[in-house]
């Protein structure tokens, strides 16, 4: 397995098709995390540009980068104050500009995140609604209510923040009196704008072709189901989200996945099709019932959404199975690529997942906070997380790999309190541990004394600790070393690359015992999952293209381990 130098020259044929988000693999960057280039201990965009030549050698197809506008920074960069410029901390318009155009150069499409569901409070619109009366034009980009009881002492409602805590703060007029409540669903410093409300149409469409017009390929679309909420504003009286399937289709949750979201994507489908080549969207859109994300993936609306079912599901054949088939079947239905993804800035990260118990987890877990205490085997996790990564990268349609996936990096699951930054640890009042263990800047060296690479200032301290060992997953420790992670992906997205059977098209499941996946793609290539705990032997085949881990010597398959045949 070595490293390929240069971009694939097929990747960069499947990057000038219109279609290329039917197929891609998409790298994301969280940009305080990746490569600091300033020296201040916070990533920033000319990093991601000087590490470009690492991403091009790896072999992705796009990357997406999480916010990186100004912002106040409560929830880190997802609480936007001007979505049309970039954060100081993290540069300038024309080191974007710069960015965006050597990625181009080098065939790799870049996508950022749109926050559409709600602003930073320092937002002028939010500036101009506090400093408002209730009742007026500026108040009505968002959704203030007065509040209940005698004197509107009560929250409006019972809709919760989903970081804990209530989802309504009160506010407070110039004169000290309290006044009307405004409803966030995420952080106070976060509220929830109103989508009925003409402005904040033209402000999120007028942001699109800010970004379009630079180059932009795409966005993600983040909380992209909750964006229109019921105006009545009705209590919760207890309902859970996500509905499970069968529940019928007149009922609706009061603030996500309502009817009325899907307007807003067909408006924003127009705007990314009126460029040459179509922009791409891709949304965050966690909705239980298997047609309700469908219908987001309509060939008027979003092109893809992220499958937090395959994210989620623990590793166990049946269960995966089963999530690989309704995932086909479901996106089959409206025309759309699946998608596959294992980690992202939000969760429990897939190696540390892996390495427990996977009988013991339910479909919603993926949280560091269900998995911490538990007993861990962190050689299985990886494991499986490179075997995972395989079987990701050979189904049919586009894949997201994480930053740091690539080194087999595991969760920090040893933060201390006084390091962690992300406010779901202060909401809960520390209860939960939050996503920081996912948010640590990676290794790019293997030298603790200069933050692993991580800073162009030796001496400056990351925004978040880095563990002590982290030079053992270092990105220079692994370059050109036969079967590290590292070199593992370089190989898988090198193959995919080159292989007509991958990427979107022909998939067949093949006979196996119960502890194997098996499937065939086109032009006779098959992948092969052993989840059990004794090697498999493994059919006629003319080529092991890559496996996981070491075959046995008699050629069957480990435990834990995935390879790719040339049948
Ligand atoms: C989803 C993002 O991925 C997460 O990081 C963020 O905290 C929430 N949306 C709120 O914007």
Redesign the pocket.
Known sequence: MTATAIPHPLTTRRNELPTWWRNAVVYQIYPRSFADANGDGVGDVAGIRGRLNYLAALGIDAIWISPWFPSPMK??G?DVSNYRDIEPVFGTLGEADAMIAEAHALGIKVIIDI?P??TSDQHIFFIEALAAEPGTPARDRYIFRPGRGTEGELPPNDWQS?FGGPAWTRTTHPDGTPGEWYLHL?TPE?PDVNWDNADIKAEFETTLRFWFDRGVDGFRI??AHGLVKDSNLPDLDGIEFPFAEGTPDEINHPHWDQPGIHDIFRSWRTIADQYSPARAFCG?VWVGRAHRLAAYLRADELHTAFNFDFLMAPWLPATLRTVIDATRSTHAAVGAPPTWVLG???VCRPVSRYARDQHDSKPMDRLLSHFRGRPADFEVGLRRARAAALLMLALPGSAYIYEGEELGLPEVEDLPAEAMQDPVFFQTHGTDPG?DGCRVPPPWTDRPESNFGFSAEPTAAPWLPQPADWGRYAASVQEGRDGSTLELYRAALAIRAAHPGLGEGEFTWLETGPDVLAFARGDGLECWTNFGTAAVPLPAHTKVLLSSGPLTTDGWLPADATVWLQA
């Open positions: 929830d880190a997802y926050v569901n709600h989903t995420f976060q983040d909380v965050e992202n800035h939000d996503r």
